[in-house]
């Protein structure tokens, strides 16, 4: 798949300036990274693409409360920690014993998250103990790079979830003031979330929202080829997890589907994995049959149905 990178407005590299920009914006590559401008900051739909890693992304940037993993940089002189949040939601971050974060869920960012981390990971290589960085916004003119052109693009993520966020301190160290204040706060928002470990399962969550429990289940597939097997399953009566479960909609995250489940709160989160696994084997069946059986009629009304509970984020 080619990696989409800032391209500029040279005639050497074969872009047609009316054909859709390299980079995903939709925007006509005149109109976008061929013009005058650069496309600074255009908007990137889908920013992880091309990631192996790309979904768990996805799901630590839009509903994963407390989670860190190290990053699997091509280089690097320091280790980089990708966290959900950081305090006051920075950026960057370099803790008093000089573990280096990066954050995913930051208060301002530019149309492009991919590049708004590697810009964030080039600052975290560098950093002081003790330095943080407050925001990353559109490009100041310098040229950091994407993502994709920092991380191994085979790696996959396993992200470490935190039941707080005792991790912004060192160990040992005791909170106080303005310090323990903020943790008490920033703990109190937390909701149980506990990632699916099953063989292939991967960025599937489940989170106790109070009145129920749900799994949110971010899938790599096109959308509307998700779409056609989800429809095909519904039909069938195989779009669940097991008894006590039931497909509740879905919610478009940086171009990815992300279907979700409603589930019964009193099961512990590990006890929906072996439905989560076979769900996801008849998953992959339908997708593999769409191949060679197109839908049926039900399947086709079913998919319009499933097509109308979706809601977007970007």
Not at 23 to 48: L, N, Q
Not at 221 to 247: F, Q
Request: hydrophobic residues 40%.
């Amino acid at each position: 798949m080619a990696k989409r990178t800032a391209v500029k407005n040279n005639p050497a590299d074969g872009v047609n300036p009316r054909q859709p920009c390299p980079c995903g914006s939709g925007k006509r590559y005149k109109a976008c990274h061929g013009g005058a401008g650069g496309g600074a900051d255009v908007i990137v739909s889908r920013p992880f693409e091309g990631l192996a890693a790309e979904a768990e992304l996805i799901a630590l940037r839009e509903f994963v409360p407390s989670a860190t993993v190290k990053l699997p940089l091509k280089e690097g002189a320091r280790e980089i920690v990708l966290a959900t949040v950081l305090p006051m939601a920075a950026a960057g971050l370099v803790r008093a014993d000089g573990t280096a974060f990066v954050g995913l869920q930051v208060q301002t960012r530019s149309g492009d998250l991919s590049r708004d981390l590697a810009r964030a990971v080039q600052w975290a290589l560098t950093a002081e103990t003790g330095d943080a960085l407050a925001v990353v916004g559109p490009d100041d003119g310098a040229n950091p790079g994407r993502l994709q052109d920092l991380l191994d693009p085979e790696a996959t993520l396993s992200p470490e979830l935190h039941p707080d966020f005792a991790w912004w301190l060192p160990p040992d160290n005791e909170p106080t003031g303005d310090v323990a204040l903020s943790l008490e706060r920033a703990n109190a928002a937390i909701l149980p979330t506990e990632r699916l470990d099953a063989p292939g399962v991967q960025a599937a969550y489940w989170v106790d929202a109070g009145d129920k429990a749900h799994l949110r289940w971010v899938r790599p597939e096109p959308e509307e080829t998700l779409l056609a097997a989800l429809a095909r399953l519904s039909v069938r009566g195989e779009l669940d997890l097991g008894e006590g479960s039931r497909y509740a909609g879905s919610f478009r995250a940086h171009g990815l589907l992300v279907p979700v489940w409603d589930l019964d709160r009193e099961l512990h989160s590990s006890e929906w994995a072996p439905g989560a696994e076979a769900l996801g084997k008849r998953l992959q069946d339908a997708l593999t049959s769409l191949d060679t059986e197109p839908l049926t009629e039900p399947e086709r009304r079913s998919r319009d149905g499933l097509r109308g509970r979706q809601i977007t984020l970007r």
